[in-house]
Nanobody, 125 residues
Framework: AVQLVESGGGSVQAGGSLRLSCAAS????????MGWFRQAPGKEREGVAAIDISGGTTYYADSVKGRFTISQDNAKSTMYLQMNSLKPEDTAMYYCAAGWPYDDFWSRFTDYYYWGQGTQVTVSS
């Protein structure tokens, strides 16, 4: 079975930083993109960032551009999300996912077929 396991969440004050990791294991994870999504209580799941596995092109939600950086280490089958200048509105459960979205629709979560269990990020003001 394919497993995606997130780590690195936690509680920080506004302006702080966190680095999330997503490790893929099990059967070969066939996918064109990997992404980070988040969901706050009472809100819809939203795409935060994604990366094209083969070409390395990255995509970001407007709300995190310039603050978050997505990267990958293919040798380790691991994806990262470096989050800087965190704001209280970044508070959410963060999930990593793998799938086959079209580039222009990288944030459409229905195109991702493998999901991690989530890691909580809490930013206090």
């Amino acid at each position: 079975a394919v497993q995606l396991v997130e780590s690195g969440g936690g509680s920080v004050q506004a302006g702080g930083s966190l680095r999330l990791s997503c490790a893929a294991s099990g059967a070969a994870v066939s996918r064109s993109h990997m992404g980070w999504f988040r969901q706050a209580p009472g809100k819809e799941r939203e795409g935060v960032a994604a990366i094209d596995i083969s070409g390395g092109t990255t995509y970001y939600a407007d709300s995190v551009k310039g603050r978050f950086t997505i990267s990958q280490d293919n040798a380790k089958s691991t994806m990262y999300l470096q989050m800087n200048s965190l704001k209280p509105e970044d508070t959410a459960m963060y999930y990593c996912a793998a799938g086959w979205p079209y580039d222009d629709f990288w944030s459409r979560f229905t195109d991702y077929y493998y999901w991690g269990q989530g890691t909580q990020v809490t930013v206090s003001s």
